[in-house]
């Protein structure tokens, strides 16, 4: 079993794949939902990941991983402990991505953006300009999965554990809509 294979495994046990007519939170519909926080639940599932996602990243001196809120919280500590740093989290506050709790970024401290479901990248990108606003010096990012099949590029190298395509639709273009079927607005994002 491939490593890709195994994050899908571990999804499906998780009971995280699901289906019907999601609305998310890049506004965009989509027939599949990766419901993270039914994987985050787990523990063990989290470590796993994590330690495979740190892994990626064990040569780069990595000196402080920062996720979005919610999930890239847990990510973010559990890729940090498995690279033996610290972690940091950016809240959103009035639609921007800021740090609260007295976090910070040294000029030049060598950041690892981490999340957990990569869709349009818009959570990650805000988590990037924070920490370059702070004076971070972005080494990478790292995703749990990749939906966009490798479509959602970044100017810093991006390493995902699986990678798979998932059509997205514009609410007016989206099929299921034209059949009329119940919209589901899963996540935590207002849209």
Known sequence: MSDQQEIFEIFEKAKALLKGHFLLSS?????????????????????????????????????????????????????????????VFAELEEDMRVFKRGFSLKKGERVLVVDDILTTGKSVNE????????????????????????KT????PLKALATTEVKNYSPD??????????????GSRKI
Do not use: M
């Open 27 to 87: 506004g965009l519909h989509s027939d599949l939902y990766f419901e993270k926080f039914q994987v985050l639940q787990y523990p063990e599932y989290v470590e796993i990941l994590c330690q495979r996602l740190a892994t990626l990243f064990e040569e780069e001196k990595i000196e402080v991983v920062v996720g979005p809120t919610t999930g890239g919280i847990i990510i973010a500590y559990e890729v940090a402990k498995n690279l033996k740093t610290r972690s």
């Open 127 to 150: 988590v990037v300009d924070l920490a370059k606003k702070h004076g971070g010096d972005i080494i990478g990012i790292g995703v749990l999965l990749d939906r966009s099949g490798g």
């Open 153 to 156: 590029k970044f100017e810093y």
């Open 173 to 186: 273009e989206c099929p299921l809509c034209k059949k009329g079927e119940p919209l589901v607005k899963p």
